[in-house]
């Protein structure tokens, strides 16, 4: 990448149609980035920087790979955003993401109504489903109990969750909320909510690592961590 001097007021999507750039590392000086190359490349740095694990260093190298694709599938990354954040929505029973009022699990007829698996995060569904191993429901609580962030039961999605459980459909209470400190809590609060109504309530097993997210977890050890699952 060339180096202007008349870089300020010029943005790095420019229509008149400069000769691609290559994404390159930003190498050792790579955190002088923002204030070198220019306000938009800056803006993007910081707009990388708040996604979740992404540091200043990240940041800089997927502004960069942004920079050096073509503009059409540069284009098509800010639209997918755009879409995402237009249609998407959570599930009126379940809090799964969906793009109508009830998501595709809850919506399919072959899936085991006895059996609901309970997580913090409709993300961690998507991993669970990747296993391949689970037919039952889910709930996402949107969250875990975590007294220090001033997050309590009243603040999660518990109450629709007791709601399912009142219809007397369901026999078994998965808790796979994570292996830290606040999902454990949620699971014991949640398996003394849930115990007294007669159903089962079963933890997921230590197949993850203690302390870690299931989102990062790989497909066979979510799997391993479901087929070990133990009763509360
Ligand atoms: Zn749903």
Redesign the pocket.
Known sequence: MRNESDTDNQKATDSASPPPLRSRKPGRNGSQVAQVSGKALGRMVEAFMKLPGIGRKSAERLAFAVLGMPKDEANGIAQAIIDLKDTSRY?T??N?I?EDE??S??GDPKRDVQRICVVEEPSNILVLEKSGTYRGRYHALLGAISPLDGIGPENLKIDGLLERLRTGEVKEVILATNPTVKGETTALYLSKLIKPLGISVSRIAYGLPVGSDIEYADESTVQRALEGRREM
């Open positions: 599930c029973v379940c799964n969906t009830i998501c699990i809850c």
